[in-house]
């Protein structure tokens, strides 16, 4: 259960080798959440080492199963994986997302559509999967990582941005239809973030770190919040971002 | 007290008096006897839970993704005036006996500082009042009870008869069945006013030793704290003590109310607004309601005049008053510690002024003797009670580590008011936990009756 806190006992991690994951994860096990399975698609390496680091930090059991985004077909097996060893799960984390590159997608739009079938399709079987588990046992937190890229897209990574933009829509429709399941939805809205997934990339103003963003995560499931950006001055920044004219909003997200 | 009668089985989003944290369930109202008795029958697999007024701070009285018996469709209340004694059942609120008995020239034998408790729920938390140095708590007082069983039969229990679950079930929040009916006894009043002594006391030292000193002279003990006060300050008190009045003492200080010595009509007075601006509740806000709080009360005040609803029940004047935490909520954080260990209670009280939490007035009492109940919370000792909003950052690390204290201490904290506890302490805390769980099982061997309580902190 969720305690008045709002910190789970139990968790599923979907992209269980995802830094900002681990990092949220870490304060968990810390904060007494017991039993954590990170579903990852490959359970060997990465999910090894998280596994052992979750364990340091507090968690008393943390398991690892298969999970692949890109295979819709297979979800539902994830999901009652993670039922059949948790019991009830108090929280479900969708952290698994792939960012690619807008000049790929452009040459191979196939890879486009890989791309958006794991960031939008996945999150959106997932989140429906993990619906009908809360809705039975009455009870539940889901945290959706989106991305401030959902709030406006950008020339230079909009199939990721309507990704995301698809996953966040998603997200606010079924936080408002858990209501009445007694369940709740986080929906997270990183900027620039230092983990793989950037690396290389020319950080982008605002950049933070998966720590910060793990705070951030913590901070929303105390205070009951339905969104949290990180870092949290994201919120108004795009509040002026959304609303800029289109030539002066190109010239400003150009990188 | 008119009501709208309710579906009489629904889904619904239920949580604590602290609104935190919330499930969902399915909601049984059962109107007779009858369907009472058939509540535990076919039960879904994840369970069954009585709930009574819902008073309980966190999550004891609902059941996510199974099934909750509200208890208060079913009202009976007999009174046997020769014997003293009173039969309700479970669902009858200490509000609805107290309308009943005062006027009659009875009172209930424990009212915690709600009176929107039920008989079950007074049971199933075996609270305490302001009078538990002299009287114990509420089971205490019980004579016998009926109890709905997962098999469906209704069992008589006394300590007499079966002494295990009778004390299984004192205290047992709700795990060992339903409540149907209690037979307790009703202290005899003269007046309905009680004669009340007030004391400020400087600091923490100050007011433990008049308690220590003094609350044998009383029936009614209980000061309230202000955890906000830092410095010279800390543990600032108003300490009110007090008995019900005879009728003579009432003619000689009542004036008018002494023409009708047992006059009883408690009234709700305000209601707080539906909706709250987050944030209303702030460090400066309380600090200053704690500040007017303290300035208001008497040095030293004696023989004063209170009615029960404001000595006993000052909070119920404001209906709704939980929702000035808004709709994220709060929890309330009980814990006792032995006598030996009034150093644990300095370090705690020290740490929460320090810690800087907003936190209204905390109540202080001074225990008497426990009970043969493994579950049941009090034991003779130091409890404070105290407020917090549920988002407070830091909050959670804070109490694990107040609770650490207190379980090293030898003490526990109140399972009618946790939301958080961390279970790995629960053991330590309720060292009888295997007994009850022992008479736990034979009375629920398929483990039907849970709660998210018991989810959470695996109680069976
Ligand atoms: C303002 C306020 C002040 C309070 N002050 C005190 C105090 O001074 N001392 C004190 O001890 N407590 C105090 N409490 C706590 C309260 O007395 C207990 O939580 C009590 O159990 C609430 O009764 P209820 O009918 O609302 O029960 P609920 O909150 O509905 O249920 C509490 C528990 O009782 C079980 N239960 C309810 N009915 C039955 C039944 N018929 N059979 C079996 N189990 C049942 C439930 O399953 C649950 O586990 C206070 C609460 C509030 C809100
Ligand atoms: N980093 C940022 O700047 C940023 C900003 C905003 C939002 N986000 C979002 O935050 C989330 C976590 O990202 P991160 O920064 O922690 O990066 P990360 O460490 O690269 O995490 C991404 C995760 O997704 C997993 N994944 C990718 N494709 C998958 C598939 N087909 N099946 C299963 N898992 C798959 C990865 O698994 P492998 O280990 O197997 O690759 C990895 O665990 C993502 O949703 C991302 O979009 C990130």
Known sequence: MNDATGIPQTALVLGGTSEIAIATMTRLAARRCRHIVLA??????GAVAAAHSLRTAGATQVDIIDFDAADATTHAATIDAATELLGD????????GVLGNQADFDADPMAAVAAVNVNYTAAVSCGLLTAQVLRR????????????????????????????????????GLSDSLVAAGAHVLVVRPGFVHTRMTAGMKPAPFSTTADDVADRIVRGLETGAHVVWAPSVLRWVFTVMRHLPRGVWRKVSAR | MASISPEPVAHRVLTGWGNTPRSSATVMHPATSGE????????????VVARGLGRSYGDAAQNAGGRVVDTTGVGRVEIDDAAGTVTASGGTSLDDLMRILVPRGRFVPVTPGTRFVTV???IAADIHGKNHHKVGSWCESVQSMRLLVPSGE?????PQSDPDLFWATAGGMGLTGIVTEAT????????SQVLVDTVRAADLDAVMDAMVTGDHLYDYSVAWIDLMATGMSMGRSVLTRGRFARLDELDELGGATSDRPLAYNPTVRLAAPPWVPPGLLNKLSVRAFNELWFRRAPEHRSDELQSIAAFFHPLDLMRGWNRIYGSRGFLQWQFVVPDEAHDTLRSVVGALTESGCTSFLAVLKRFGPGNAGPLSFPAPGWTLALDIPAAVAGLGPLLDRLDVMVADAGGRVYLAKDSRLDPTLLHQMYPRLDQWRQTQRRVDPDGVLTSDLNRRLGLT
């Open chain 1, 40 to 45: 990852c698609r490959d359970t060997q390496g």
């Open chain 1, 89 to 96: 799960i108090d929280m479900v984390l969708m952290a698994f």
């Open chain 1, 137 to 172: 046992q009455g009870h539940g937190t889901v945290v959706m990582l989106s991305s401030v890229a959902a709030e406006r897209a950008r020339a230079d990574n909009f199939v990721y941005g309507s990704s995301k933009a698809g996953l966040d829509a998603f997200s606010q």
């Open chain 2, 36 to 47: 009472m008795a058939a509540s535990l029958a076919d039960p879904p697999t994840r369970g």
């Open chain 2, 120 to 122: 079950g729920g007074a």
């Open chain 2, 154 to 158: 209704i069992l008589e229990v006394t």
């Open chain 2, 184 to 191: 307790f006894t009703c202290p005899a009043i003269e007046t």
